[in-house]
């Protein structure tokens, strides 16, 4: 006797017979789509109780299939994105790429709302599960410009700043001070984010020094004070500028104090501590010096 099917099992071998079948006289072939969709739909639920995670997801790409071959991209679109829901448990390239499809038909039916937050779903798998930063950038930046499209530009820069500083991690300062700026010019217009502006430009200095280029720090920190009159008076703008001063001297014990002191205050997070690696680096090559 032949072993008895799963209840996800008997509704895929239920979908595949009806996918595969012809089309009568009283059936189209949207019928049998919308019938075989509903099975593999079925089908995937069903191996999502089981903790049948790829096959989940391979069932609900099969669904999107037929809701594409019978004209219902609504339906395919978010087909799509429950096989990358299913596809995050362990199977980071396939939920980017089921993500992927669902970005291409929501901007064909020109939902660019939710395009944008797809993508950035996107940029979260290569960044905590895909360990691609570029890709994360590209999909970040992406997202971003159908925020500012769809005028939800709050989410947008949010997603920029998350891009400038993973292209720091990548050493592209260039393209990283450009973000952080952007940045901050759009929340000094917003009291909602207006207090986050010392932040950006903190990052978009430190850049300035990882790339070793004390000339632009300098520049920037000129241009940031006459942007807001009270900069120069905060916590941040005197932490760059005795780095600023630190590096024009080529003062590693000064450069190290002022990362300590800064430190005791305010605990340097992750990204300021492979920033500050960098800038040290081009000090001089020492060990120990953070």
Known sequence: MAPRLSPAQEALAKAEKRYNSSVGWFSSSATKY???????????NNFKLERLFKESGDAFMREAECRVNGGEKDDAANAYWNAAKAYKQGFPDLAAAALGSTVRLLTQLGRFRQAADREKEIGQIYLHEGNDLSKAVAA????????DQEDAKATGSSCKKDAADLLAELDRFQEAMRLYDEVAQYSLGSQLTKYNVKEYWLRAGLCALAAQDA???????????????????????RFLLALLEAVERGDQEAFTGSVFEYDQITKLDNWKTQILLKIKK????EPGLL
Do not use: C, H, M, N
Not at 34 to 44: I, M, P, T, V
Not at 282 to 285: E, Y
């Open 215 to 237: 000339v632009t720090a300098r520049r920037k920190f000129d241009d940031y004070s006459r942007a807001d009159v009270t900069f120069p008076s905060t916590r941040e703008a």
């Open 282 to 285: 081009g000090i001089r090559d």
């Open 34 to 44: 919308e019938e075989a969709g509903d099975l593999f739909k079925e089908a995937a």
């Open 140 to 147: 970040y930046l992406q997202a971003s410009e159908w925020y």
